[in-house]
């Protein structure tokens, strides 16, 4: 029998704070490519998936449901299947199309809408799990978050989310002026936070403001309603360098921004209407033409003329609000700090932090920026060493669950519902700040038992599907049995409390005794006991930690 460590050791705590849990296959491939090689092979992943992970995504079915309909708001038959995740691969125009019919031809029920939604928390689930490549994972987990967009906003923040999620995966390692752009373009962000029905004579700050409050430079930033006067030497910093933003740059930005919308066949004039596509517009009738300066800048030289032919230039001052916006030294040092806080914990590494952002700032118009700032916090000595400190988030737990288990993930509704009470489920958080990053906040009790009982549940209904039968350790020994799978899933030894509990629960199980051959229960109650085994051994304080 393998003695357990007494701490948890450095290549676990290094692979558990950039991904969603280890498996043997991660230390494998550490092993075979040194911690050097295994980094540069995370952040080099090829643009689709692996194998296993685009199997099970084409295999995934999720059920849909809904009684029939005759009258004059739609006819449809009723419908009760289970059906593929077809709407991951749409293109905006087929995804515009289920919105339209249920929106304005009402053909269709709204079910097929909310279903878009599902679809994409589905794939999350699959590729988080089962992908190989788990540094973007976690990354695409992160700016998800950070960029968050919630259902609850109504149907058209919903439609166009598998673009959405495509235009994050894609940028996740690349640069984040570029991924900024990419999300202020998205349908499901200009309907979030309004930006889509700003107008050249109302000019919407909604977006604006957490565009620079929450996406790029942080609240920190915030200088007030306007500018304190400069009281320094020389010239005052502007652009990049200015000292913080204001309620005046948050309006400049709004009149920089408006006329960013999406093609929804909306009457322009007479002889013109925008596309019917949900796609991605820029209407200059509906941009502001009042931009002045922003943190310092001048945007008004960018705004083509008013007599011009071609006003599509205007953009530009959007173009440019983001610019300097995602490109800023105070961005730098809230991105930078926040991703840190993410991999590290409550208290991560200043020295760290600083030479990353400075990593950041030198590579602002590097297409590979976000990879370079993911390396230099990858490859220090500090993604070795301890203390572990960071408390699993209820999904990333319930995400590390299936990957020790060894569980492939089959969608059913549990996965819109698990983490209802918690709202810890990608969509649902309702604010534009997205979810608290600090452990208290995940560490109440009710939550734990909740964490629990999904565990429990979603073994029962097949949402993790495996046989721990089979992944048990073959032994008559309770100490083996037990020791292999605290090994597995936490990797050192636990309080002797919490072992003493375990122990007493498999000696006392008829259903483990007989899958150590000291008893007579049936192969499904030996199954059903030892993932209760393995449940309660996920609820331990050591797996809360990564």
């Given amino acids: 029998m393998a003695i357990l460590p007494e701490t948890k050791n450095p290549q676990l705590i290094a692979i558990d704070r950039c991904t969603f849990g280890a498996r043997p296959a991660d230390y494998a491939k550490v092993w075979e490519l040194g911690w050097s090689g295994w980094v540069n ?40 299947e289970d059906r593929p995740l077809q709407t991951l691969g749409m293109d905006n125009v087929e995804l515009y199309k289920i919105y339209d019919d249920v929106t304005r031809l009402r053909v269709l029920p709204t079910a097929e809408i909310t279903r878009i939604a599902q679809e994409v928390v589905a794939a999350a689930w699959i590729r988080n799990t089962h992908s190989p490549y788990q540094v973007r994972e976690f990354l695409v987990d992160f700016w998800h978050r950070h960029f968050n ?53 109302t000019p919407n700050e909604n977006y604006a403001r957490e565009l620079l409050e929450l996406h790029t430079m942080g609240a920190d930033a915030y200088l007030g309603v306007t500018t304190p006067p400069w009281t320094g030497t020389g010239p005052e910093p502007t652009g990049t360098s200015s000292r913080g933003f204001s309620d005046q740059d948050i309006l400049q930005a709004s009149r920089a921004l408006s006329g960013w919308t999406v093609g929804m066949g909306q009457r322009i004039s007479s002889t013109r209407s925008l596309p019917a596509d949900g796609a991605f517009v820029y209407e200059p009738t509906y941009h502001n033409r009042n931009a002045t300066t922003f943190l310092g800048v001048n945007l008004a030289s960018l705004q083509p003329a008013a007599n011009a032919a071609d006003q599509s230039g205007g953009i530009q001052q959007g173009l440019k609000v983001i610019e300097l916006a995602s490109q800023h030294e105070k961005t730098a040092k809230f991105m930078v700090g926040k991703l840190a806080h993410r991999i590290f914990g409550d ?45 699993r988030r209820p999904y990333e737990k319930m995400i590390a669950f299936a990957r020790v288990i ?61 046989s721990l039968r089979l992944e048990s350790v073959q032994t008559t020994s309770v100490a083996t049995l037990l020791d292999d799978w605290i090994g597995r ?17 498999v000696s006392s199980s008829n259903g483990i005794m007989s899958f150590l051959g000291s008893g007579s229960a049936s192969v499904q109650t030996q199954e059903n006991e030892l993932r209760r085994l393995v449940a309660l051994i996920s609820a331990a304080p050591e797996f809360a930690y990564r």
């Avoid at 899933?489 to 629960?505: K, P, V």
Wanted: glycine share 6%.
């Fill in 489 to 505: 899933m936490i990797g050192y030894q636990i309080s002797s409390a919490g072992y003493a509990s375990l122990r007493q629960m």
């Fill in 41 to 80: 092979d995370q952040l080099s992943p090829p643009e689709g998936h692996d194998p296993l992970t685009s199997q099970l995504l084409s295999e995934a079915t999720l059920r849909i449901t809904y009684g029939a309909q005759d009258n004059a708001q739609g006819v449809w038959p009723a419908v009760d």
């Fill in 406 to 466: 060894n569980a492939r993930i089959r969608p059913t509704s549990m996965i819109n519902t698990a983490f209802a009470s918690t709202k810890d489920s990608l969509f649902q958080w309702a604010a534009p700040n997205g979810w608290p990053d600090d452990n208290e906040y995940w560490l109440s009790t009710a939550g734990l038992m909740t964490q629990w009982n999904n565990s429990l549940t979603a073994m029962s209904n097949g949402v993790l599907s495996v």
């Fill in 149 to 201: 967009v919630a259902t609850g906003e109504g149907q058209l923040v919903q439609f166009m989310l598998p673009e959405y999620d495509r235009a994050i995966r894609k940028y996740s390692l690349g640069n984040f002026t570029d991924l900024v752009t990419a999300v202020a373009k998205s349908a499901a962000m200009l309907f979030y936070l309004d930006n889509a029905v700003s107008r050249a004579t």
């Fill in 347 to 391: 208290n991560p590494p200043q020295d760290l932090v600083d030479a990353a952002v400075k990593v950041w700032m030198d590579n602002r118009k590097a297409p590979d920026q976000i990879k370079q700032v993911l390396n230099t916090i990858l490859q220090s000595h500090y993604i070795w060493e301890g203390p572990v400190a960071k408390v």
